[in-house]
Structures are given as structure tokens and as C-alpha cells.
């Protein structure tokens, strides 16, 4: 979302008495399939202590339950989801992505 400032994109926010679901839709460059794979699973993800970027998808990992990233209809789908305090997430998917 961040390579073209002309580019116009979409947010949903959906906050229920569980979780709260936040979603962007773009229609910028494709997001590489293989970085959340490697962000989940790979501690040398973050190699460079000094580097002045890299960190934000790990830190989102960590911070969410759920965080997914599609191609719908030629737009991306990145989709968040974060259980309420004192809430579980009864699912891991939010059915309402699809």
C-alpha cells in the first residue's frame, strides 16, 4: 500500500463483543505469498538488529491471532484479527473473509 501515494485503498473495521477485525483492499504490487511463512517461522527473519525496515510484518504477527493475505478479484485482501481481551477466538479463520 505504501509504494504509490496516489493509490486509493479500502479499510473495514468489524468490531464484535469477541474480536475486532481489521481489513485493507488495494489494488497495489501483489504481496510475496512466501514472507508471512517466513516471518512465523524463521528467527533469522529479523537477521539485522540496525536495519531501518523489515520488522513491521513480524511485529503484526505478534501482535494479532489471525493475519492473512489474498488476491480477490485483482485487489489484495490483508485481514487482521484480534481476540478481546477475556475473549477466545472460537475460529481461526474470520468467516465473513471469504
Not at 485503498?9 to 464484535?16: G, K, L, Y
Not at 528467527?43 to 511485529?59: I, K, M, N, Q, T
Amino acid at each position: 500500500m505504501h509504494e504509490d501515494r496516489q493509490r486509493v485503498f479500502r479499510v473495514e473495521f468489524i468490531a464484535t463483543e469477541d474480536r475486532v477485525t481489521l481489513r485493507f483492499i488495494d489494488a497495489g504490487e501483489v504481496f510475496p505469498a512466501e514472507r508471512p511463512a517466513l516471518a512465523r517461522g524463521d528467527e533469522r527473519f529479523d537477521v539485522d538488529p540496525l536495519a531501518e525496515s523489515g520488522r513491521g510484518l513480524r511485529l503484526i504477527l505478534r501482535a494479532v491471532d489471525y493475519f492473512n493475505v489474498e488476491t480477490r478479484a485483482g485487489e489484495n485482501v490483508t485481514t487482521l484479527i484480534k481476540a478481546l481481551p477475556d475473549a477466545v477466538l472460537r475460529h481461526s479463520t474470520d468467516d465473513r473473509v471469504r
